[in-house]
Structure formats: structure tokens, C-alpha cells
């Protein structure tokens, strides 16, 4: 009997012990993110569950909080993901038709798809139609610039790009890649085959005539290293994150590698990648100033007509162009606008509102001379002629955020003028400016 009891009690013991490590297991497998929203808030938690149609979070709240991927625009993984989860034998790189991009540290290519070996995907075997180009030597500064003007061209042939014997630079051959080798690239120019020594080859670019039409994959895993493949759904599995990648295979992918998903794609346009309908300027000076004019071309501007000065997109107008700065938080997109302008957007009642950050960026922001008044720009926004927003941004204040309805909007117009008597330092940005597509259906 005693052998018996204690044979049930060391089941039992065993039987625990697997359950709190199931528990531990699955407490382990959390792991911090901050998810963005369309509404412009965010959410701070622990992935609890990612489906294809939710993700749950484990916050301060008593039950977890289910936020709709309908709803988000981007998940943050706030853990130390960087290059250093990348391979060092990851030196190669795939480039796919739909801005996908993956180190890799093998490649090899049939006249039908591209296969490739990655320590953060795994095997990969992407049709060929689905690539845009192969780099098949590690990357060096000095061949930065040319390799991506290459990456550019409007080929309708493939490219084979080789480096120049005297080590000066890139150079290439127009013609037909029938496949990889190991050690030869079989290479048709002008009907003669050329067996390319794969050694001297830098890479290729495919022909674009024979790339086939992306689908809106809706979805971009970003991982270490900056790297960034479109999918088109993802799910949480016991610490990994399984998606389908857009050329329709499915990737299982070591959370700790991921630094962001994006569900941007169809859902925000960047006000700074759109076009304006009109861009106006009515002075570089307040008018109250006219007769101590700065700027030769001010009178030119006073029609509204001058192409002399323009806005500024995702940089501050001046050399070098630093990125645009408000505050210490540097922002890669977003508009930098002088007084006193009228900038129209043509929106066509296809967006739902506008998030955006507003203030005098940091390059101007702190330049008032001591004692002056600190500088302050007046921004306007009109929705079909009505005011929407009016405020006077002192710097060097803290930035405003904007969080404004534009449903049924056609036209959006931004008036930048400036706020008191001097034109100094009047440099506005708006940041992060982004419409949100509305979806309603209506």
C-alpha cells in the first residue's frame, strides 16, 4: 500500500510539474507591444492571441482586451529585436516586385522560381515572376549608390550587373538569366549563351516586363535588421509567428526576430507622398513688413502663382536635408512649410480623418535671439471652405497632435501664415501626417 501511494503521489507530482511549465511555457511566450490604431491611440501589452482577425492583449485591465486588426495600423514589439538576430552568414539579399526584402545566406534560381536559404525565414522558394532582383556578393559601401540606380531602371531585360575588373565600380550586360548555379549564371545575349562565372556577379535585376502584378498583401512583418516581408495573414504560435507570405508560402517566423507587423497598407496615405491639387505662396513676410522686405523675391510670391518657393516633404529645406525634427523626435515623414502658403489636396471624399503632429521644427525652434519673442506660425485647416482647425504654434512649445473628421471631405486645405510681425524662424512641420482610408462602405 505504501508503495502504491506513493507511486500515485509521484504521478500526481509529475502531473503538476507539467502543467506549470505549460503555464510557464505560455507565460514565457508573452511579450510586450504597443499597438497603433486607426483612431490615433495606441495600446501597451502582452500578446496573449494574434488571429486573422484580432489580436489580445494581457494589460493592467482585469480581462484581456481584444482590439480588432480591422482597427490597427501597426504592432510595435517593444522587445531589443536587432541585427544581431540576423545570420553573419546572411550576407546575400532577395528583393520581391512588392517591396519585400530578405538577407540570405544562399541562392540559387530555376527559370520558373528563386530559392534561398535564411536564418530568420528559413527555406524560401518564391516563384520567380514574384522577385525584382538577387544580390549575390555582400554589400560595400562604395557600390551602395550605383546598385541602387540599377534597382531603379525600367529593364526589359534582365540585368546582370558585374563588378569592374579593376575594382572602380559596377557595370552590366542586357540580356536573359535562365537560371543560378553554383558556379555558373547561364546568360543569353543576342542569342549567344555566356556560362557567367557566378564569382564575378554582383548581382541581378529581372526584367520588370516579365514581374507579375502584386496583389495588396495588406500586411508587412517587419524583422532584425530592418528587413521586410508582405503577407496576408499572421497568427501566434507558442512563441512564433506564422504568416503567408504574398507569393503564397507560409513562414514561421522566431517572435524575438520581429520588430513590427504593418497593417498600413490600403488603410493610411502619407500626406506627404500625395500630390497637391494647388500649392500657393502669397509673401515670405508679413505684409505689415513689406517695406524692410528680406527677400528680393517677395513681391513675385504676392499672386500666389511663384514657383520660387515650395513645401518641403520629409526633410527640412535646407543642405544636406536633415530629417525633420520636433522636440528631439526625428520623423520621416511629414511636410515643412514657410508662410504664408495654400496648400490644396484634392481628397475626393475617400478618407475618414487626418493624425497628424504639428510644430516649429528643432532646427529653427530654439534660433530666437535672446530676448525677442519666441516664434509662433498660425496653422489653418479648411474641409470644403469650413475651418476646421485654427491655432497659433508657439516654439519652442511642445508639438500638437491633430485627430481631425474628414468623412464626405472632397478638398483639404492647409493656410500657414504667420503669427505675429516677423517671418524668423516661421518653419512649420506637420508630421506623421496621415489619412486614414474610410472604410465604411458609405
Known sequence: MILADTRIGLTLLEQNLITAAKILALTLSLIDV????????????????????????????ELPVSVPLTNVIDVAFLH?????????ADVLEIGLVDGSEMSVSEIAASASSVTAMSAVFGELNIPRQAVRFVRLQPMMDEFAAEWASFLQRDNDKDLLIVSKRDGSGLDFLAGVVSSIGEEKVPFVRDGDEIPAP???????VFAKRDQATVPDAGLAVRVAGGRSVSAITATLETGNVAFEASWGQTLTV??????????????????????????RYYGLEPFEQLENNLFSADAETRTGLSGLW???????PNNGKPP???RGQEYSKGLCIFPRAQIEYALDGRYSRLNAIVGVDDEVAFNQQKGRPSTTVELRIEADGAEIFRQIIVAPDEPTPLDLKLSGVNTLSLIVDFG?????????????ARLIVDTSGK
Open 324 to 326: 525633420l525634427t520636433l
Open 254 to 279: 522566431a517572435m524575438d526576430n520581429i520588430s513590427a507587423m504593418d497593417f498600413s497598407a490600403g488603410r493610411i496615405h502619407y500626406l506627404s507622398d500625395q500630390e497637391p491639387l494647388s500649392e
Open 80 to 88: 531589443s529585436a536587432d541585427s544581431s538576430s540576423e545570420s553573419a
Open 310 to 316: 515650395r513645401m518641403s516633404r520629409d526633410c527640412f
Open 198 to 204: 557566378r564569382e564575378r556577379i554582383f548581382g541581378i
Open 420 to 432: 505675429d510681425e516677423s517671418s524668423t524662424c516661421d518653419y512649420l512641420d506637420i508630421v506623421n
Open 34 to 61: 504597443r499597438v497603433s490604431m486607426l483612431d490615433g491611440n495606441s495600446i501597451e501589452g502582452e500578446v496573449v492571441r494574434l488571429t486573422a482577425e484580432e489580436i489580445l492583449l494581457k494589460t493592467s485591465a
